[in-house]
Protein backbone atom coordinates (compact mmCIF):
# COMPACT_ATOMS: atom_id res chain seq x y z
CA UNK A 1 0.00 0.00 0.00
CA UNK A 2 3.14 2.34 -0.43
CA UNK A 3 4.58 4.23 -3.34
CA UNK A 4 7.60 1.78 -3.73
CA UNK A 5 9.51 5.28 -4.75
CA UNK A 6 9.60 6.60 -1.58
CA UNK A 7 8.03 4.10 0.76
CA UNK A 8 4.89 6.39 1.71
CA UNK A 9 1.21 5.56 1.51
CA UNK A 10 -0.64 6.21 -1.57
CA UNK A 11 -2.81 9.43 -1.51
CA UNK A 12 -5.93 6.28 -2.30
CA UNK A 13 -5.40 4.97 1.25
CA UNK A 14 -7.42 2.07 2.00
CA UNK A 15 -9.06 2.32 -1.19
CA UNK A 16 -5.69 1.20 -3.01
CA UNK A 17 -6.66 -2.56 -1.76
CA UNK A 18 -10.18 -2.33 -2.52
CA UNK A 19 -12.36 -4.03 -5.50
CA UNK A 20 -15.19 -1.52 -6.76
CA UNK A 21 -18.03 -2.86 -6.13
CA UNK A 22 -19.41 -1.70 -9.63
CA UNK A 23 -16.86 -5.22 -11.06
CA UNK A 24 -19.61 -7.69 -9.53
CA UNK A 25 -21.79 -7.79 -12.57
CA UNK A 26 -23.35 -5.98 -14.90
CA UNK A 27 -26.46 -5.35 -12.79
CA UNK A 28 -23.68 -3.94 -10.07
CA UNK A 29 -22.06 -1.41 -13.05
CA UNK A 30 -25.72 -0.19 -14.19
CA UNK A 31 -27.17 0.31 -10.74
CA UNK A 32 -23.86 1.06 -8.79
CA UNK A 33 -22.34 2.92 -11.16
CA UNK A 34 -23.80 4.08 -14.42
CA UNK A 35 -27.34 4.90 -14.08
CA UNK A 36 -26.75 7.72 -12.16
CA UNK A 37 -24.80 9.33 -15.06
CA UNK A 38 -26.47 8.17 -17.67
CA UNK A 39 -29.46 9.86 -16.21
CA UNK A 40 -27.84 13.48 -16.22
CA UNK A 41 -26.08 12.51 -19.79
CA UNK A 42 -22.73 13.13 -17.86
CA UNK A 43 -19.74 10.97 -18.89
CA UNK A 44 -19.57 8.33 -20.36
CA UNK A 45 -23.90 9.24 -21.71
CA UNK A 46 -23.04 13.03 -22.99
CA UNK A 47 -25.12 13.78 -25.68
CA UNK A 48 -27.31 10.99 -24.66
CA UNK A 49 -30.48 10.03 -23.68
CA UNK A 50 -30.94 7.84 -20.29
CA UNK A 51 -34.56 6.42 -22.45
CA UNK A 52 -32.20 4.96 -24.83
CA UNK A 53 -30.13 2.84 -22.32
CA UNK A 54 -32.18 1.84 -19.81
CA UNK A 55 -33.99 -0.70 -22.09
CA UNK A 56 -30.56 -2.33 -23.38
CA UNK A 57 -28.76 -2.55 -19.88
CA UNK A 58 -32.17 -4.43 -18.57
CA UNK A 59 -31.69 -6.82 -21.43
CA UNK A 60 -27.86 -7.34 -20.63
CA UNK A 61 -28.51 -8.16 -16.67
CA UNK A 62 -31.22 -10.50 -17.67
CA UNK A 63 -29.22 -12.14 -19.90
CA UNK A 64 -26.34 -12.10 -17.55
CA UNK A 65 -23.97 -10.31 -20.63
CA UNK A 66 -21.06 -8.69 -17.97
CA UNK A 67 -18.08 -8.60 -20.24
CA UNK A 68 -17.92 -5.25 -21.94
CA UNK A 69 -14.59 -6.48 -23.97
CA UNK A 70 -17.25 -9.57 -25.61
CA UNK A 71 -19.22 -9.15 -29.33
CA UNK A 72 -21.74 -10.04 -27.11
CA UNK A 73 -22.09 -6.80 -25.10
CA UNK A 74 -21.21 -4.70 -28.30
CA UNK A 75 -24.32 -6.36 -30.57
CA UNK A 76 -27.14 -5.57 -28.36
CA UNK A 77 -26.72 -1.57 -28.35
CA UNK A 78 -26.93 -1.78 -31.96
CA UNK A 79 -30.43 -2.11 -33.03
CA UNK A 80 -31.02 1.53 -30.93
CA UNK A 81 -28.17 2.95 -32.79
CA UNK A 82 -29.77 2.22 -36.17
CA UNK A 83 -33.06 3.11 -35.48
CA UNK A 84 -31.56 6.59 -33.81
CA UNK A 85 -29.15 7.12 -36.88
CA UNK A 86 -32.42 6.17 -38.85
CA UNK A 87 -34.52 8.65 -37.24
CA UNK A 88 -32.48 11.71 -37.46
CA UNK A 89 -31.96 11.26 -41.47
CA UNK A 90 -36.40 11.52 -41.82
CA UNK A 91 -35.41 14.96 -39.29
CA UNK A 92 -32.76 15.98 -41.17
CA UNK A 93 -34.52 15.00 -45.23
CA UNK A 94 -37.99 16.93 -42.74
CA UNK A 95 -35.61 20.29 -42.52
CA UNK A 96 -35.08 20.40 -38.99
CA UNK A 97 -31.77 20.56 -38.50
CA UNK A 98 -31.67 20.79 -34.82
CA UNK A 99 -33.95 17.85 -33.94
CA UNK A 100 -31.74 15.97 -36.49
CA UNK A 101 -28.38 17.05 -34.80
CA UNK A 102 -29.23 15.76 -31.07
CA UNK A 103 -30.67 12.60 -32.63
CA UNK A 104 -27.54 11.86 -34.31
CA UNK A 105 -25.79 12.91 -30.97
CA UNK A 106 -28.14 10.88 -29.12
CA UNK A 107 -27.04 7.74 -31.58
CA UNK A 108 -23.71 8.90 -31.16
CA UNK A 109 -23.69 8.22 -27.38
CA UNK A 110 -24.85 4.81 -27.52
CA UNK A 111 -22.73 3.74 -30.74
CA UNK A 112 -19.81 4.90 -27.94
CA UNK A 113 -21.16 2.66 -25.01
CA UNK A 114 -21.49 -0.15 -27.78
CA UNK A 115 -17.21 -0.15 -28.91
CA UNK A 116 -16.62 0.93 -24.99
CA UNK A 117 -14.26 0.07 -23.57
CA UNK A 118 -11.42 -0.84 -26.25
CA UNK A 119 -12.08 -1.58 -29.97
CA UNK A 120 -10.41 -5.49 -29.80
CA UNK A 121 -13.04 -6.98 -32.12
CA UNK A 122 -14.67 -6.55 -35.58
CA UNK A 123 -17.85 -5.72 -34.42
CA UNK A 124 -16.72 -2.95 -32.08
CA UNK A 125 -14.95 -1.74 -34.91
CA UNK A 126 -17.79 -1.68 -37.14
CA UNK A 127 -19.39 0.34 -34.35
CA UNK A 128 -17.03 3.01 -34.33
CA UNK A 129 -16.75 3.48 -38.09
CA UNK A 130 -20.88 3.91 -37.48
CA UNK A 131 -20.61 6.33 -34.81
CA UNK A 132 -17.82 8.10 -37.03
CA UNK A 133 -20.59 8.75 -40.00
CA UNK A 134 -23.23 9.81 -37.37
CA UNK A 135 -20.87 12.26 -35.75
CA UNK A 136 -20.13 13.83 -39.50
CA UNK A 137 -23.74 14.07 -40.26
CA UNK A 138 -24.44 15.63 -37.32
CA UNK A 139 -21.62 18.44 -36.90
CA UNK A 140 -22.04 18.88 -41.14
CA UNK A 141 -25.31 20.71 -39.93
CA UNK A 142 -23.61 23.09 -37.75
CA UNK A 143 -22.69 26.65 -38.76
CA UNK A 144 -19.36 26.15 -38.08
CA UNK A 145 -18.93 22.06 -39.28
CA UNK A 146 -16.28 19.46 -37.97
CA UNK A 147 -14.10 18.46 -40.92
CA UNK A 148 -13.23 14.89 -41.25
CA UNK A 149 -8.59 15.52 -42.61
CA UNK A 150 -6.57 13.03 -43.37
CA UNK A 151 -3.47 14.63 -43.38
CA UNK A 152 0.20 12.78 -44.26
CA UNK A 153 1.75 11.65 -41.70
CA UNK A 154 5.38 13.28 -43.30
CA UNK A 155 7.30 12.62 -39.56
CA UNK A 156 6.49 8.95 -39.55
CA UNK A 157 8.88 6.37 -40.14
CA UNK A 158 8.72 2.59 -41.47
CA UNK A 159 7.76 1.15 -37.88
CA UNK A 160 5.08 3.56 -38.17
CA UNK A 161 1.87 1.52 -39.04
CA UNK A 162 0.01 4.38 -41.36
CA UNK A 163 0.65 7.05 -43.96
CA UNK A 164 -2.55 9.26 -42.83
CA UNK A 165 -3.24 10.72 -39.59
CA UNK A 166 -6.98 11.25 -39.02
CA UNK A 167 -8.19 14.24 -37.50
CA UNK A 168 -11.48 15.77 -37.02
CA UNK A 169 -11.27 20.01 -37.70
CA UNK A 170 -13.02 23.18 -36.63
CA UNK A 171 -12.43 26.65 -37.69
CA UNK A 172 -14.38 29.77 -36.31
CA UNK A 173 -16.00 31.60 -38.54
CA UNK A 174 -13.79 34.10 -40.34
CA UNK A 175 -10.93 31.98 -40.01
CA UNK A 176 -7.90 32.47 -42.75
CA UNK A 177 -4.56 32.52 -43.48
CA UNK A 178 -4.64 36.33 -43.21
CA UNK A 179 -6.65 36.19 -39.71
CA UNK A 180 -5.29 32.95 -38.58
CA UNK A 181 -6.96 31.74 -34.68
CA UNK A 182 -5.57 29.62 -31.75
CA UNK A 183 -6.23 26.28 -31.88
CA UNK A 184 -6.12 23.76 -29.05
CA UNK A 185 -5.01 19.89 -29.52
CA UNK A 186 -6.85 17.47 -28.27
CA UNK A 187 -5.67 14.53 -27.66
CA UNK A 188 -8.05 11.61 -26.51
CA UNK A 189 -7.81 9.34 -24.09
CA UNK A 190 -8.51 5.33 -23.86
CA UNK A 191 -11.68 4.80 -24.51
CA UNK A 192 -13.30 8.54 -25.60
CA UNK A 193 -12.00 9.07 -29.51
CA UNK A 194 -12.23 11.60 -31.93
CA UNK A 195 -16.35 11.53 -32.28
CA UNK A 196 -16.80 11.99 -28.21
CA UNK A 197 -15.77 15.78 -27.75
CA UNK A 198 -18.79 17.99 -28.96
CA UNK A 199 -18.74 19.84 -25.67
CA UNK A 200 -15.30 20.73 -25.58
CA UNK A 201 -15.34 21.56 -29.47
CA UNK A 202 -18.31 24.33 -28.52
CA UNK A 203 -16.30 25.64 -26.07
CA UNK A 204 -13.45 25.90 -28.13
CA UNK A 205 -15.57 28.03 -30.67
CA UNK A 206 -16.94 29.76 -28.45
CA UNK A 207 -13.66 31.41 -27.43
CA UNK A 208 -12.67 31.75 -31.24
CA UNK A 209 -10.66 28.61 -31.14
CA UNK A 210 -10.11 25.98 -33.85
CA UNK A 211 -9.73 22.68 -32.70
CA UNK A 212 -7.59 19.71 -33.77
CA UNK A 213 -8.70 16.47 -32.30
CA UNK A 214 -6.79 13.13 -32.76
CA UNK A 215 -6.95 9.42 -31.40
CA UNK A 216 -4.16 8.58 -29.63
CA UNK A 217 -1.64 6.17 -29.89
CA UNK A 218 -2.61 2.38 -29.68
CA UNK A 219 -6.07 3.96 -30.02
CA UNK A 220 -8.99 3.81 -32.51
CA UNK A 221 -7.32 5.37 -35.65
CA UNK A 222 -4.31 6.48 -34.69
CA UNK A 223 -1.12 5.34 -36.94
CA UNK A 224 1.37 5.31 -34.63
CA UNK A 225 3.32 2.27 -33.41
CA UNK A 226 1.71 1.38 -30.08
CA UNK A 227 4.87 -0.23 -28.71
CA UNK A 228 6.75 2.85 -29.46
CA UNK A 229 6.93 5.35 -27.44
CA UNK A 230 8.55 7.67 -29.51
CA UNK A 231 6.25 7.49 -32.35
CA UNK A 232 3.65 9.63 -30.69
CA UNK A 233 6.24 12.24 -30.70
CA UNK A 234 6.54 12.02 -34.62
CA UNK A 235 2.32 12.28 -34.80
CA UNK A 236 2.18 15.40 -33.10
CA UNK A 237 4.91 16.65 -35.74
CA UNK A 238 3.18 15.72 -38.59
CA UNK A 239 0.70 17.59 -36.82
CA UNK A 240 2.14 20.67 -36.40
CA UNK A 241 3.86 20.95 -39.76
CA UNK A 242 0.15 20.58 -41.86
CA UNK A 243 -1.36 22.89 -39.19
CA UNK A 244 1.63 25.46 -40.05
CA UNK A 245 1.61 24.38 -44.02
CA UNK A 246 -2.35 25.22 -43.24
CA UNK A 247 -2.09 28.85 -42.53
CA UNK A 248 -5.03 29.35 -40.92
CA UNK A 249 -4.15 28.22 -37.30
CA UNK A 250 -1.95 30.71 -35.33
CA UNK A 251 0.93 28.93 -34.38
CA UNK A 252 2.13 31.24 -31.58
CA UNK A 253 -0.99 30.06 -29.75
CA UNK A 254 -1.22 26.87 -30.07
CA UNK A 255 -2.16 24.19 -26.77
CA UNK A 256 -2.63 20.77 -26.58
CA UNK A 257 -5.10 18.82 -24.03
CA UNK A 258 -4.94 15.17 -23.09
CA UNK A 259 -7.22 13.99 -21.42
CA UNK A 260 -6.96 10.47 -19.22
CA UNK A 261 -4.55 8.40 -21.08
CA UNK A 262 -4.07 11.40 -23.51
CA UNK A 263 -3.01 13.14 -20.62
CA UNK A 264 0.36 11.53 -20.52
CA UNK A 265 0.70 12.23 -24.18
CA UNK A 266 0.14 15.93 -23.39
CA UNK A 267 2.62 16.18 -20.97
CA UNK A 268 5.17 14.15 -22.82
CA UNK A 269 4.96 16.83 -26.12
CA UNK A 270 4.90 19.60 -23.60
CA UNK A 271 8.48 18.48 -23.36
CA UNK A 272 9.11 17.02 -27.40
CA UNK A 273 7.58 20.09 -28.93
CA UNK A 274 7.95 23.08 -26.06
CA UNK A 275 9.22 25.09 -28.71
CA UNK A 276 6.27 24.42 -30.82
CA UNK A 277 3.01 24.62 -28.03
CA UNK A 278 2.48 28.05 -25.88
CA UNK A 279 0.87 25.38 -23.14
CA UNK A 280 -0.52 21.95 -22.86
CA UNK A 281 -2.94 20.72 -20.40
CA UNK A 282 -2.36 16.91 -19.24
CA UNK A 283 -5.85 15.91 -17.34
CA UNK A 284 -5.89 12.96 -15.30
CA UNK A 285 -2.67 11.73 -16.73
CA UNK A 286 -0.25 8.81 -16.00
CA UNK A 287 3.53 9.45 -15.99
CA UNK A 288 5.19 7.17 -14.13
CA UNK A 289 3.82 5.11 -11.11
CA UNK A 290 0.86 3.77 -13.08
CA UNK A 291 2.81 2.24 -15.50
CA UNK A 292 4.51 -0.57 -12.61
CA UNK A 293 3.23 -3.40 -11.35
CA UNK A 294 2.57 -2.28 -7.95
CA UNK A 295 0.12 0.04 -8.74
CA UNK A 296 -1.20 -1.45 -12.08
CA UNK A 297 -2.39 -5.15 -10.01
CA UNK A 298 -4.65 -2.88 -8.00
CA UNK A 299 -5.56 -0.49 -10.13
CA UNK A 300 -7.59 -2.61 -12.58
CA UNK A 301 -10.22 -3.00 -10.02
CA UNK A 302 -10.76 0.58 -9.44
CA UNK A 303 -13.11 3.01 -11.13
CA UNK A 304 -12.60 1.61 -14.63
CA UNK A 305 -16.18 -0.39 -15.75
CA UNK A 306 -14.32 -3.40 -16.50
CA UNK A 307 -10.64 -4.94 -16.20
CA UNK A 308 -8.35 -2.55 -17.26
CA UNK A 309 -5.40 -4.92 -17.94
CA UNK A 310 -7.23 -6.44 -21.35
CA UNK A 311 -7.22 -2.73 -23.06
CA UNK A 312 -3.79 -1.54 -21.56
CA UNK A 313 -1.87 -4.64 -22.97
CA UNK A 314 -3.61 -3.94 -26.21
CA UNK A 315 -2.95 -0.13 -26.39
CA UNK A 316 1.05 -0.47 -25.69
CA UNK A 317 1.19 -3.65 -27.87
CA UNK A 318 2.66 -5.85 -25.48
CA UNK A 319 1.63 -9.45 -25.98
CA UNK A 320 -0.02 -10.49 -22.57
CA UNK A 321 -0.32 -8.74 -19.29
CA UNK A 322 2.56 -9.81 -17.70
CA UNK A 323 4.58 -8.82 -20.11
CA UNK A 324 2.73 -5.87 -19.63
CA UNK A 325 3.67 -5.46 -16.32
CA UNK A 326 6.63 -6.28 -16.37
CA UNK A 327 7.82 -3.76 -19.06
CA UNK A 328 5.95 -0.81 -19.49
CA UNK A 329 7.21 1.42 -16.77
CA UNK A 330 10.69 1.22 -18.34
CA UNK A 331 8.99 1.45 -21.23
CA UNK A 332 6.86 4.41 -21.13
CA UNK A 333 7.47 6.31 -17.68
CA UNK A 334 8.18 10.05 -18.47
CA UNK A 335 10.89 9.49 -15.63
CA UNK A 336 12.53 6.52 -16.95
CA UNK A 337 12.66 7.61 -19.99
CA UNK A 338 14.06 10.97 -19.39
CA UNK A 339 11.63 12.42 -21.18
CA UNK A 340 11.08 15.04 -18.05
CA UNK A 341 14.54 16.54 -17.73
CA UNK A 342 14.11 18.43 -21.38
CA UNK A 343 12.43 21.70 -21.23
CA UNK A 344 9.52 22.08 -21.18
CA UNK A 345 6.17 24.79 -22.50
CA UNK A 346 3.91 26.15 -19.93
CA UNK A 347 2.66 22.65 -18.48
CA UNK A 348 -1.50 22.36 -16.82
CA UNK A 349 -1.31 19.31 -14.25
CA UNK A 350 -5.14 18.31 -13.22
CA UNK A 351 -6.84 15.58 -11.56
CA UNK A 352 -8.96 14.35 -8.65
CA UNK A 353 -7.05 13.21 -5.68
CA UNK A 354 -8.71 10.24 -5.49
CA UNK A 355 -8.35 9.07 -9.07
CA UNK A 356 -7.82 5.15 -8.98
CA UNK A 357 -6.89 4.64 -11.97
CA UNK A 358 -3.98 7.21 -12.58
CA UNK A 359 -2.16 7.99 -9.15
CA UNK A 360 -2.17 12.03 -8.10
CA UNK A 361 1.17 10.89 -7.08
CA UNK A 362 1.88 11.13 -11.34
CA UNK A 363 0.70 14.69 -11.58
CA UNK A 364 2.78 15.68 -8.42
CA UNK A 365 5.70 13.90 -9.27
CA UNK A 366 6.21 16.26 -12.03
CA UNK A 367 7.17 18.91 -10.22
CA UNK A 368 10.20 17.29 -9.25
CA UNK A 369 11.52 17.73 -12.85
CA UNK A 370 12.65 20.01 -15.06
CA UNK A 371 11.00 23.34 -15.83
CA UNK A 372 8.85 23.91 -13.07
CA UNK A 373 5.12 23.24 -13.68
CA UNK A 374 1.57 24.65 -12.40
CA UNK A 375 -1.18 22.67 -11.32
CA UNK A 376 -4.75 22.45 -9.77
CA UNK A 377 -6.11 19.24 -7.97
CA UNK A 378 -9.37 18.33 -6.36
CA UNK A 379 -9.67 16.80 -3.51
CA UNK A 380 -11.88 13.90 -3.23
CA UNK A 381 -12.37 13.44 -7.06
CA UNK A 382 -12.06 10.92 -8.56
CA UNK A 383 -10.46 10.29 -12.36
CA UNK A 384 -10.29 13.46 -14.25
CA UNK A 385 -10.94 15.62 -11.30
CA UNK A 386 -14.26 15.90 -12.40
CA UNK A 387 -17.28 17.42 -12.21
CA UNK A 388 -15.19 20.48 -11.36
CA UNK A 389 -12.29 20.28 -13.43
CA UNK A 390 -13.00 21.86 -16.11
CA UNK A 391 -14.04 25.12 -14.72
CA UNK A 392 -10.34 25.35 -13.88
CA UNK A 393 -8.78 23.91 -17.27
CA UNK A 394 -10.85 26.83 -19.83
CA UNK A 395 -9.67 30.57 -17.64
CA UNK A 396 -6.12 28.63 -17.60
CA UNK A 397 -6.03 28.03 -21.80
CA UNK A 398 -7.76 31.48 -21.59
CA UNK A 399 -4.63 33.23 -20.14
CA UNK A 400 -2.11 31.37 -21.92
CA UNK A 401 -3.91 32.07 -25.13
CA UNK A 402 -3.90 35.83 -23.92
CA UNK A 403 -0.45 36.27 -23.04
CA UNK A 404 1.49 33.95 -25.81
CA UNK A 405 3.29 35.32 -28.73
Not at 209 to 216: E, G, K, L, N, R
Not at 219 to 238: F, G, L
Not at 303 to 330: I, M
Request: proline share 6%.
Amino acid sequence: MTDPRTGSAWILGDKFEQKYPHLESIDALWNKKWKFPCERSLYPFHDGKYEDFAPIFETLIKKGIHDGYSVEYTKEFLPTCEDLVKQADKLKDEGKKQEAIDMYLRACAVYRLARFPYINSDVKREAYEAQKKAYIKATSLLDCPVEDVHIPHTAGTEKDEGKEVPLYIRFPKGASKSKPCPAVILMCGLDGHRPDNMVRLDEFLARGWASVTVDIPGTADCPADRRDPTSADRVWTSILDWMEKDGKFDMKKVICWGLSAGGHNAIRAAHTHSKRLAGAVGQGAGTHHFFSRAWLEKAKDHEYPWTLLPALTEKYGYKSEDELLDNAQKDFSLVETGIVNQPACRLLLINGTQDGLMPIEDSMLMMEYGTPKEARFFTGMLHMGYPPANGSVYPWMEQVMATAS
